[in-house]
């Protein structure tokens, strides 16, 4: 018999929960554990893990499950990891700079810490100490990453704004904009910006304007599947 109290820890458990006959079994198991001091935790350190369990199995679970989820790394942690993994003896040949570690910083943005150990040792390992090519490779493996979630694709464009026709007030200003998403702008007091809106009719160039907003400003381009986010209902 478990002793109470008793915390269980499942680690990477979330997948298992998308099949129907195990979501049965965690829900008896948590009939039996109601009023007792014994509690059972479901850990990932991976989001894509909870998309893998439709909606329609979460509400069935709702009565029972309690999702907390944790704040990825933020900007000082992401660095001191970086930090760390570049003072490594495999990343010797890879000449470090303080601008090197802040591209890395901003790069692994939205990773947990053993997905960014994974994809830096991996970028490493394959970089042959250049430092581009340890960027590249980097945001490969970032990509790579990302895509294991159905609901968002990741992708770095490769349109320019000598792609986009007109609009050379919008190219102006977001050339401008961008030094607001550099380091320096961090300390010198001034905060993330929140986003930028674009609407209008359909095929009026609001996608490639998105990609060549993604090039100027150096970051990734999101996008978010409803259909998969909800299981392909409605």
């Known amino acids: 018999l ?30 039996t554990l109601t ?21 329609g199995a979460l509400e069935e679970l709702a009565g029972s499950l309690r999702h907390l989820r944790f704040p990825l790394p933020d900007e000082a942690t992401r660095g001191v990891l970086i930090a760390e993994l570049l003072g490594e003896p495999e990343a010797a040949s890879i000449p470090s700079s303080k601008a090197l570690g802040e591209r890395l910083t901003a790069l ?6 053993d997905e960014i ?5 991996e970028a490493v390992l ?24 159905r609901a968002l694709e990741l992708r770095y464009p490769q349109e320019g704004p000598q792609d986009l026709g007109g609009l050379d007030l919008l ?6 904009r961008k030094r607001a998403f550099l380091p320096e702008a961090r300390r010198f007091g001034l905060p993330q910006p929140r986003g930028l809106l674009l ?18 400003f150096e970051l990734p381009l999101l996008r978010l599947d409803f259909a998969s986010l909800f299981g392909g209902a409605g």
């Open 117 to 121: 150990r994974l994809a830096l040792r």
């Open 2 to 31: 478990v002793p109470e109290p008793t915390i269980s820890l499942v680690y990477d458990g979330l997948p298992w929960l998308a099949e129907r006959g195990t979501r049965r079994r965690a829900l008896d198991l948590a009939a």
């Open 171 to 176: 190219k102006t200003w977001l050339a401008h």
């Open 108 to 113: 692994v943005a939205g990773l947990g810490r």
């Open 199 to 216: 609407f209008g009719i359909q095929g009026c160039g609001k996608s490639l304007a998105a990609a060549v907003l993604s090039t100027i």
């Open 35 to 55: 009023g007792r001091r014994r509690h059972v935790l479901f850990l990932s350190e991976f989001p894509s893990d909870l998309s893998t369990v439709r909606a």
């Open 126 to 149: 394959g970089a042959d100490g250049d430092v581009e090519r340890l960027v590249v490779r980097a945001r490969e493996r970032k990509v790579q990453l990302v895509r294991s979630s």
